[in-house]
């Protein structure tokens, strides 16, 4: 009798090691199916073009500056489309606007490590008006996800006239320097 419930007792406990290694078994693939859905997750953001860039202008009103942030989606790995918020401002005559833009963006070349675009900037400059800004430039990798921007282009922009007078629209070459992420 003593041999049987040994016997007994000896089963059960193998029986019970066998059923806790298919529970882990099986825990361990649910981890696997969660890894599966963060990838999917990354693979979406992908798509999500963030931008920001500082720049220098010379034209009619003198010395100026613009720093823009840019937020927008990317199609087809060669369009951006989206939009943003910047400052725009002259060293000589205090006038500054803030700037509410659409942004447009197409890669000119495909797949290229110095990737050249031409991009359009379009929006207001608060309080004066109308804000235009074509821009062509070139896009340098740094990391997988870091690109270096740098462009050139014309910067159209409504301004007060200095000492309180008219409002006219300011032409203005400009130069900037951005990092995409």
């Keep these: ?58 034209g009619d009103i003198g010395f100026g500056h613009d720093i823009m942030l840019t937020v927008g989606y990317r199609f087809k790995e060669r369009f951006v489309a989206g939009g943003g918020i910047g400052y725009f401002g002259c060293y000589a005559e205090n006038y500054p606007g803030f700037l509410i833009y659409g942004y ?14 031409a991009s359009l900037y379009l ?20 990391s997988k996800s870091i690109k270096f921007n740098i462009s050139t282009g014309y910067v159209a922009a409504s301004v007060l006239e200095y000492d309180g007078g008219e ?14 992420f």
């Design 104 to 117: 447009g963006r197409a890669d000119i070349l495909k797949n290229r490590k110095i990737t050249p675009y």
């Design 167 to 180: 409002r006219y629209v300011s032409s203005n070459w400009s130069l900037r320097i951005g990092v995409e």
């Design 123 to 142: 929006g207001g400059n608060i309080p004066f008006g109308v804000y235009i800004s074509p821009m062509i430039g070139v896009r340098i990798p740094i």
């Design 1 to 58: 009798m003593k041999r049987f419930l040994l016997l007994s007792l000896f089963l059960s406990l193998f029986f019970a090691r066998t059923t806790l290694a298919q529970k882990n078994t099986i825990s361990g693939a649910v981890i696997i199916h969660n890894t599966d859905v963060i990838k999917t997750k990354k693979e979406i953001s992908r798509n999500l073009f963030l931008m920001g860039e500082a720049g220098l202008m010379v």
